[in-house]
């Protein structure tokens, strides 16, 4: 087993380089970089000192060339965008600044944000606890609706309870997360109806001055309608996955065996058929919680007012925040690129049958 994970700790290195690549070279054909940016608000900082009464030249800007390579350069020097492409490291060659980018992204040195003067280090700590209470939360909530009902669909397979149960499911999944967060926000966050949770942050203004208790029913208080929000969509999936994963075992030869042996249903059940049908969904946990953790959670961001890790990535993106945007990039990707390990190690963890070694790389 050493040897796999050894050889997968190997490939993680040319499959990170290919997507930070990939990535770094797509984002150089997109209009509105950093630069561009920048000249954009300094040029509407200029109109703004024309609408006062000022002009351009009494700020001390010189006229620019109209045929310098920015649109829209009028009341900026040319030696002025040059010394601000030199900031943004823009006076480099594309693989000179590839290189030098992926060589401090080796010891995690992520740079700082061009328009929030924070180091990004910072800026992912101070977003992380909402990413990590919707994602935590709402993962959780969904195996713990999805397994027992998954397992008791499986038992009642074809009964009017499985039925009416399924048409409950189709019906949660044809819904996008999104307009269920606005329903849950119109009927109990105070939008038409009932106020009975916070619209806005993670936590209330006077959360230090609350007890330990308060501090816990404050914090459950806030997440409550967000991380039902995010758990819609991810348990119907997983319920059906449950189900289909204990009717295929059920019907294996291994079961009717133990049934000919007089083995009890319950003995049945729980001794072989939980076990090799629960495989696939316990180990895939790891992977789910990233896929939560990381995407999706945009629009419940920004329906709840919450500050996390969906909506600053929008924000970097919008802005064109190299720095926020690859130094997020690296870190998310080598982070799930370690956890499909986990999820590999939980495979033989459950079932010891499952060898890896043998598997040539």
């Given at each position: 087993m050493a040897a796999y994970v050894f050889r997968r700790l190997l490939l993680i290195i040319p499959t990170l380089l290919g997507i930070m690549f990939f990535n770094f070279a797509i984002i150089q054909f997109i209009p509105g970089g950093p630069v561009e940016q920048a000249l954009a608000k300094l040029e509407?900082?200029?109109?703004?000192?024309?609408?006062?009464?000022?002009?351009a030249a009494d700020a001390g800007i010189t006229a620019a060339n109209e045929e310098s390579g920015y649109k829209g350069r009028i009341g900026l020097s040319d030696e002025f965008i040059k010394d601000l492409e030199k900031q943004y490291g823009f006076d480099k060659p594309?693989?000179?600044?590839?290189?030098?980018?992926m060589k401090n992204y080796l010891v995690f040195d992520f740079g700082e944000s061009y328009f929030r003067s924070i180091s990004v280090i910072e800026l992912v700590i101070e977003k992380m606890p909402v990413s990590i209470s919707l994602g935590l939360w709402s993962t959780l909530i969904a195996y713990s609706i999805s397994i027992p009902l998954g397992i008791r669909k499986a038992v009642r397979d074809g009964s009017r309870f499985d039925s009416w149960s399924t048409a409950i499911l189709i019906a949660a999944y044809a819904v996008p997360v999104f307009l269920f967060a606005i329903?849950?926000?119109?009927?109990?966050?105070?939008?038409s109806y009932w106020s009975i949770f916070p619209l806005r942050g993670l936590t209330s203004p006077n959360f230090a001055e609350l007890s330990l208790l308060g501090k816990i029913g404050d914090y459950f208080w806030h997440i409550a309608l967000p991380v039902l929000a995010g758990a819609i969509g991810g348990f119907t999936t997983l319920t059906m996955l449950t189900k289909n994963m204990f009717l295929d075992e059920i019907k294996k030869q291994y079961v009717i065996t133990a049934r000919a042996k007089g083995a009890s249903e319950r003995r049945v059940f729980y001794g072989h058929v939980f076990r090799n049908a629960m495989l696939l969904i316990i180990a895939s946990f790891p992977s789910l919680f990233i896929g939560v953790f990381f995407g999706?959670?945009?629009?419940?961001e920004t329906i709840f007012s919450l500050d996390g890790l969906g909506r600053l990535g929008f924000e970097a993106v919008v802005a064109r925040d190299y720095p926020v945007m690859f130094g997020t990039m690296y870190f998310f990707t080598l982070f799930g690129l370690l956890i499909k390990i986990v999820s590999d190690l939980m495979y033989v963890w459950i079932d010891p049958r499952i060898d890896f070694e043998s598997r040539r790389a």
């Open positions: 509407n900082l200029g109109d703004g000192f024309d609408m006062l009464g000022g002009s594309f693989f000179e600044r590839f290189w030098l980018m329903v849950l926000v119109v009927l109990f966050a105070g939008g999706g959670s945009l629009f419940i």
